[in-house]
């Protein structure tokens, strides 16, 4: 199941409108809805908002819908604290658990790179300042 359809399916089990999670995520409903329809890719600050919402971790939403369980130190995960953490499938699962931790990679990929954006900028200022007291 795509992470968007689980989203649209959670919402519904929690009697949620499309409204109200648009409401609670501080989003419009257009771009809330292109997120369950899957037109958007959300980034990972934007799954984790919406694990709040269900109040569930974003490792629970990932693996919500699916059979295999996600395991951190032999026991089952409780928070997202930890990044070391394994799926626990079998061989029918493999492939489903393989994209949702390429899913996880390319999300952090992208908050690395909107770090580095950041500190840049943060630097060219800090640059522009240093300039302006000389």
Known sequence: MKINEKIRQLRE?????????????GMSVTGYAKIERGE?????????????????????LFAFGENE??????????????????FAVGNENL?????????MLTHKDELLLQ???IIHGLERELELLRKLQN
């Open 69 to 86: 369980k996600i395991y951190f130190n032999n026991s089952v995960v409780e928070s997202t604290n930890s990044n070391n953490f394994l």
């Open 95 to 103: 492939e489903k658990a393989i994209q949702q931790l390429q899913l």
């Open 115 to 117: 770090k580095d954006k």
């Open 40 to 60: 958007v890719r959300s980034t990972l600050q934007r799954l984790e908002q919406i694990s709040e919402v269900f109040e569930m971790d974003i490792c629970e």
């Open 13 to 25: 089990q929690h009697q949620l409108s499309q409204e109200n999670m648009a409401d609670k995520l």
